[in-house]
């Protein structure tokens, strides 16, 4: 996957399994942004982890990009090496692929927080349009959680429109709020009805 970023000396290149600790650090700082340390945080060995990221760098419908800074412009200044600074897995809408309009799906997407405001953000985002092209999509969804208001303002500014909400629960959690449902503990909520449309009241009938 060839680098981008015209405005930037910050590219962008598809993962290699030797970069899951970068990977990793990103992710937790991510969670961390979102307030949702305690969301599937996971206490996985490395090695599963690494087997997992293994599998998911060989999903054809999934690619894990990084955005790095070049060794001579890293901010401790070694030569010959790069700095990761930001983390966008991309991926196919499954149920998109089936309705022939095929969207890209941004489900990761960081910034180191050292590293914002320098490109890292747009060539990532430049690296979601090339998938989108690659596969025929007409779409790019980006996920951004409620406490996350500064990515939420970098997406509405690079045109990102609101789509959807997401919600999370734990499993457990879930699983007792349906028991209480089948008790009749949780009520459902009714559908709204459509607020009744006032009449005109004719003239010389006003009080």
Sequence with gaps: MPGSGSRSRV????ARAGDLPAVLALVRQHRADAHAEDVLTGHT??????????RLLEDPGHRVVLAVLPGPYAADGASGA???VGLA???LDPLSLVLGNPQVTVDTFVVHR???RRGAGAVLLEA??????ENGAAYVVAAAGGHEAERQRFFARMGFAPLTTRRVVAVDSLVRSLA???RGGVPLPSPRRPAARR???PRGLTA
Excluded: K
């Design 128 to 133: 979601a349009a090339a998938y989108a092209r």
């Design 114 to 116: 050292e590293h914002r």
């Design 45 to 54: 060995s490395l090695n599963a982890a690494a087997s997992g990221f293994r």
């Design 11 to 14: 590219v962008t290149r598809t």
């Design 89 to 91: 897995v991309l991926g």
């Design 199 to 201: 009449r005109p009241v």
């Design 82 to 84: 790069e700095v990761p």
């Design 180 to 182: 209480s449902w089948q």
